[in-house]
């Protein structure tokens, strides 16, 4: 039986491929697009908003985070991973980097999902410059490090340019320069070793790459689990692979190699559906592995930002489209 549409309610939906934001963003000023995403560019924000279109946020389970070379000099110290995280201002890097669409969390598993934990230890959100010295004195770096570090960002995130700026003036009192690269995720993967013998990226590499001095010493990643499943992005980031890939890079660019972490990880994978309250009790007991150990942290969980026209109404974000794949429960158009 054939559906009469109701008042109001969208018949027809008209798919447009538009690879270029700034593209995108001037066909909806001139009313020829209802709906685009903007990728993280907020800086078209308040010229969308002047022109009377909507600019809607919503959750999303995307995080940008920040990983450590666990390998290199200085880096492999993990009271120096603590001092450099201490000295960062969570709030500024999201106001100034991403319009205040984030926000600050600890542990291992983003807002919204399974398992979080809003009480798990974190670094932040307010920098703490005594702190942080006080720390890497007890490195044994009391006159601060003389270190220049090259971190690396996908330039299909370009905030992340401005994270790494950031990043550089909070560690600067420190006595850490950073050599900032941008380059296309691709070229990311290549740079921290994500690559076989054959020079194929996103194939499993051996994790001695870590160790020389063409590895990246930081990268910034803006990820997302293909799945909700609370385990995921830890297993992506932080632990070490299964076989036969326990010495491989694979998504793994913190280079962090503890396998108590790992063994725990797996085990609360099992444990989220055989019993749920002892897996709640390992992954409190892997945040503050995490915490301890800083292999690396989350600088914050991203929103997902759309421009709407005037006319659709009841946008209800769905956090598993965090990427600009636009999914709505109920869109209506009022004429």
Do not use: C
């Amino acid at each position: 039986m054939e559906q009469v549409p109701k008042n109001g309610q969208i018949t027809d939906v008209i798919y447009k491929v538009v690879t270029n934001v700034d593209t995108a963003v001037q066909l909806a000023l001139k009313g020829q697009l209802d709906i685009i995403g903007i990728s993280g560019q907020f800086q078209y924000v308040p010229q969308l908003l002047s022109a009377g279109l909507q600019v809607k946020s919503g959750p999303s389970f995307a995080a940008i985070w920040l990983l450590f070379n666990n390998q290199h000099q200085y880096l492999n110290n993990t009271l120096v991973r603590r001092a450099l995280l201490t000295a960062i201002d969570f709030n500024q890097l999201i106001n100034q980097a991403f319009y205040g669409y984030g926000t600050p969390f600890g542990g291992i598993i983003n807002p919204g999902k399974a398992f979080y934990d809003p009480t798990a230890p974190a670094y932040g959100p307010k920098p703490n410059a005594t702190a942080a010295k006080a720390l890497l004195k007890q490195a044994g770096y009391p006159g601060g490090l003389n270190a220049t570090w090259t971190v690396t960002y996908s330039l299909g995130s370009p905030f992340e340019g401005t994270i790494a700026q950031l990043l550089q003036t909070f560690w600067a009192p420190l006595g850490v320069t950073l050599n900032i690269q941008g380059m296309s995720f691709t070229q990311q993967a290549i740079k921290a070793g994500y690559v076989d013998s054959k020079g194929t990226p996103f194939s499993p590499g051996n994790i001695s790459y870590a160790s020389t001095n063409k590895a990246q010493d930081l990268a910034l990643l803006n990820w997302v689990g293909t799945t909700a499943d609370p385990w995921l992005v830890p297993t992506n980031l932080f632990a070490i692979q299964s076989p036969p890939y326990q010495d491989k890079i694979e998504f793994n660019w913190s280079y962090w190699r503890n396998q108590t972490f790992t063994d725990l990880l797996n085990k609360a994978r099992i444990d989220e559906v055989l019993n749920p309250t002892l897996a709640a009790q390992e992954f409190r007991t892997l945040n503050l592995m995490f915490y301890q150990a800083a292999p690396g942290h989350a600088l914050f969980a991203s929103d997902q930002v759309w421009v709407l026209s005037p006319h659709l109404q009841g946008y209800v974000p769905n956090p598993y489209y965090g990427f600009d794949f636009w999914f709505f429960y109920k869109m209506t158009y009022h004429p």
